[in-house]
């Protein structure tokens, strides 16, 4: 998925910089779940844009998904897959937890557990394992998540797009791997039963 060329606009203006370091989220935060929680967490994992605030949710629940869509956030797509069970293969599964801050409507997406305990002191909901890494999956044709951080606005910003990465690098923002998938199958028109099952 490249929707690099969709936003730079919007960084070109200033327009989304400025929305993410205002954190002008509060209009959708009664659509985030409380909690997350999943009996399969085999399938795709979705990406929405809120076009007020400028901020990405990324979702494995089908049902939080839509309820976003209704909501007026856009649907940008598949970003990649998760799978916690590889047939055949026995390996260490990576959680990846996704925790919200209630005064900015922000969102962030981290497997290091010492992070979600310093978040968590801070004001941070923990919302759960929302996903699971790749990283150890020897079977597994993986694809980064790149995690950039604002140091101006302490925003952060996730892609698995290199182009999207690199010019975000150039306006200041900093670099780092968040974790990893595996590359997207084409879910979209399947029939496909995976979701998340969400509590409020």
Request: aromatic content about 18%; overall charge neutral; glycine content about 8%.
């Given at each position: 998925?490249?929707?690099?060329?969709?936003?730079?606009?919007?960084?070109?203006?200033?327009?989304?910089?400025?929305?993410?370091?205002?954190?002008?989220?509060?209009?959708?935060?009664?659509?985030?779940?409380a909690?997350?929680?999943?009996?399969?967490?085999?399938?795709p994992?979705?990406?929405?844009?809120?076009?007020?605030?400028?901020?990405?949710?990324?979702?494995?629940?089908?049902?939080?998904?839509?309820?976003?869509?209704?909501?007026?956030?856009?649907y940008?797509?598949?970003?990649?897959?998760?799978?916690?069970?590889y047939?055949?293969?026995?390996y260490?599964?990576?959680?990846?937890?996704?925790?919200?801050?209630?005064?900015?409507?922000?969102?962030?997406?981290?497997?290091?557990?010492?992070?979600?305990?310093?978040?968590?002191?801070?004001?941070?909901?923990?919302?759960?394992?929302?996903?699971?890494d790749?990283?150890?999956?020897?079977?597994?044709?993986?694809?980064?998540?790149?995690?950039?951080?604002?140091?101006?606005?302490?925003?952060?910003?996730?892609?698995?797009?290199?182009?999207?990465?690199?010019?975000?690098?150039?306006?200041?923002?900093?670099?780092?791997?968040?974790?990893?998938?595996?590359?997207?199958?084409?879910?979209?028109?399947k029939?496909?039963?995976?979701?998340?099952?969400?509590?409020?």
């Amino acid at each position: 998925m490249n929707i690099y060329t969709s936003h730079q606009k919007l960084f070109n203006n200033g327009f989304l910089f400025g929305a993410l370091l205002l954190g002008l989220a509060f209009s959708f935060k009664e659509a985030t779940p409380a909690k997350a929680v999943t009996a399969n967490f085999n399938g795709p994992v979705y990406r929405l844009y809120n076009p007020n605030s400028g901020e990405h949710v990324y979702t494995m629940g089908l049902t939080e998904k839509n309820n976003l869509v209704h909501l007026g956030w856009g649907y940008e797509g598949v970003l990649a897959d998760s799978y916690y069970n590889y047939p055949g293969v026995n390996y260490t599964k990576i959680p990846v937890y996704r925790l919200y801050n209630s005064q900015s409507g922000q969102h962030l997406y981290t497997k290091n557990t010492y992070e979600v305990s310093s978040l968590r002191t801070k004001g941070w909901s923990n919302e759960g394992i929302v996903f699971y890494d790749s990283s150890n999956c020897p079977m597994a044709s993986t694809t980064p998540v790149y995690r950039l951080y604002n140091p101006n606005s302490g925003q952060h910003f996730f892609t698995n797009d290199f182009n999207e990465s690199n010019y975000l690098m150039n306006l200041g923002w900093n670099y780092g791997e968040a974790f990893k998938f595996n590359y997207p199958y084409q879910w979209e028109g399947k029939n496909n039963s995976t979701d998340v099952i969400l509590k409020s």
